[in-house]
């Protein structure tokens, strides 16, 4: 995640980032990027302390960014 910010030129603190499983939580959080958990029927137990914000699923998000 780091290095697609870098060239990306865009701020960490300015990206939103999806995922699915913990390790990708984790990984965008050591990053300082905001997360969202969309859990599928594979990582539904992991434990995703270090999002921001866990949905259901994709068509939950538009909460998220109004």
Do not use: W
Not at 17 to 24: H, Q
Not at 47 to 65: C, E, G, M, P, R
């Amino acid at each position: 995640y780091i290095k697609v910010s870098e060239l990306s030129g865009v701020h960490p603190a300015s990206c939103l980032v999806f995922e699915d499983s913990e390790t990708g939580i984790n990984a965008a959080f050591n990053a300082k990027m905001r997360c969202v958990a969309v859990p599928n029927r594979y990582t539904a137990d992991q434990y995703f302390k270090n999002a921001d914000h866990v949905v259901d699923n994709l068509t939950s998000d538009a909460q998220i960014l109004s």
